[in-house]
């Protein structure tokens, strides 16, 4: 039974699909990484100067001020909506990158698809038909005799 099991789970784990997947989401991790740099560090300070030197990730609102209980001071009750808008940058940016990416890719694969295709053979014309017909027809004829 165990044996069994090894062998299942290597049977699994070896299968070309699970590999390509692995190797999918690791890429995809780190390409996570350098597009949020992108974001953090190139866009949004350009973005943040555009719009008068606003940092998204600091904007909250402040629901309820700090204050002292006791003598013992109790944080602020925030809302950030900063950080909020800046993972939903960071997506939409993602996403449009993969956009690029994947359609890039649809294209060289259709391109070498076109490339490996051959063309079909044009449609004979109906006078190139008729001949054919003619020639079949002399053939049965001199078959016959």
Known sequence: MKSSFLA???KFAMR?????????????????????SVVADLIMP???????????TELKWVMKAPRMVNGVEQAAVTL????FLQATFDFLI?????????RMLTKLTERKKAEITPQ?????????K???EIRDLLKAQQGSK
Request: charged fraction near 10%.
């Open 8 to 10: 299942d789970f290597k």
């Open 16 to 36: 070309g699909n699970v590999i390509d997947m692995a190797v999918g989401v690791i890429i995809g991790g780190a390409f996570g990484k350098i597009v949020s």
């Open 46 to 56: 350009v973005l943040g100067l555009l719009v008068g030197g606003v940092n998204f």
């Open 80 to 83: 950030n909506y900063g950080n």
């Open 94 to 102: 993602i996403a449009f990158s993969i956009f690029l990416f994947i």
């Open 120 to 128: 079909a053979a044009p449609e004979p014309t109906a006078e190139v």
């Open 130 to 132: 008729l001949l054919t």
